[in-house]
């Protein structure tokens, strides 16, 4: 069994769980309140900032060419949706540069990114791989649960799109066939380093979801 589908194996209930997350399903419903998608699009392009220098550090420790350049082409493409964002689902509903640059990370963004970056700086290549693998993984797989669900004239219709596409399909799968050959050579240790950094950034993904859904804020922090 490679890694991928033992990880997959490990974390299945985690992946239905967020699959099934109301977010998700009211999303692809087209039922998904509007404060909540605003808020879910604001964390994720501060989100993928975060996520795009976790990648470049990544591609930093690659062992091969091919692998530096795939992950730091990877990086360039997280900054340039991320400003994509700004272009799109931000205009369409709304939202100001001023709204955007004045709205803190949340709780579970910044937990997500700091383990990102903490991961990639102080993790070695493959174990690093692993963390930012759910990004990549769980989106493309959600996308393709709720891709067949979406409600006609679904006003969340582009979010579902960006994710099933052929080219965010077939990068996903080049990330599953670099972390299955390095799995092939770690020792025990690493692999389940590996398995268990995947699994928390699995958890994250879910909380990310859920915080959004919930447009949880920090707490007032009081005498």
């Known amino acids: 069994m490679s890694f991928s589908q033992e990880v997959w194996a490990r974390n299945a209930d985690l992946y239905q769980a967020t699959v099934n997350h109301p977010f998700n399903q ?40 091919d692998d530096v350049i795939q992950f730091t082409e990877g990086a360039k493409t997280a ?12 205009a ?12 803190p990370l949340s709780l579970a963004c910044h937990h997500y990114v700091s383990f990102l970056q903490a991961t990639a700086w102080a993790e070695s290549y ?12 769980v989106y493309a797989q959600v996308g393709n649960d709720i891709v067949d669900k979406s409600a006609a004239n679904n006003p969340y219709q582009k979010w579902v799109d960006t994710y099933v596409s052929d080219e965010f399909q077939q990068a996903v799968e080049k990330v599953l066939q670099t972390i299955d050959q390095l799995a092939e050579n770690a020792d025990a240790n690493t692999l389940e380093k590996m398995h268990a950094a995947y699994t928390r950034g699995a958890e994250l993904e879910w909380l990310f979801w859920d915080s959004a859904y919930k447009r949880e804020t920090w707490p007032q922090m009081t005498k």
Do not use: N
């Open 26 to 65: 009211e999303l692809a419903a087209g039922t998904l309140d509007r404060d909540a998608f605003i808020h879910y699009v604001i964390q994720d392009a501060h989100y993928l900032l975060a996520y795009g220098r976790s990648l470049a550090v990544t591609g930093a420790k690659a062992y091969s060419p």
């Open 79 to 90: 900054i340039v949706v991320e400003r994509s964002l700004h272009d799109g689902f931000m």
């Open 92 to 103: 369409d509903f709304g939202i100001t540069k001023t709204q955007f640059e004045t709205t």
């Open 126 to 137: 493959p174990v690093a791989l692993a963390a930012v693998l759910p990004c990549y993984w």
